[in-house]
């Protein structure tokens, strides 16, 4: 299991985040259209965040970012499938769960409310991490 990062850590990921996903220098012009979520995702994870990607700064908080399912209901998922293609699933299942934290990111970023939110939701995770 990767290891838990800081508090301090945790706020400069996302205020990083928060930054790159404001900055209007990253986003394509006003005619392109995402189809989904992933697609987003796509386009933005190797955009510039600080000093890494934001691909790598996702990596990085991956145990903290809000999945809509449960370790439990998620190995129960996963022990449904094939031996063969549960890493797979897994890693399918996670990338589509930072993309949609992406979307929510955009979202949130200019709400004050709403960001404070998600960085309660994402240290209630960290802290969960740490016990």
């Not at 900055?23 to 386009?43: E, K, Q």
């Amino acid at each position: 299991m990767k290891e838990t990062i800081s508090w301090n850590d945790l706020c400069g990921y996302l205020d990083s985040l928060r930054d790159t996903m404001t900055d209007g220098r990253n986003f394509p012009p006003s005619h392109v259209l995402f189809f989904d979520s992933r697609s987003f995702y796509y386009y933005f994870s190797k955009c510039p965040c600080g000093k890494e990607t934001v691909e790598e700064v996702l990596i990085q908080m991956e145990n903290c970012i809000p999945l809509a399912i449960t370790d439990e209901s998620l190995q129960l998922f996963l022990s449904a499938c094939k031996k063969e293609d549960s890493p797979y699933l897994a890693h399918s299942f996670l990338e589509s769960s930072k993309a949609d934290f992406l979307l929510l990111i955009r979202h949130a970023a200019k709400d004050d409310g709403k960001w404070h939110a998600v960085m309660t939701l994402c240290e209630g995770l960290r802290q969960k991490n740490l016990s």
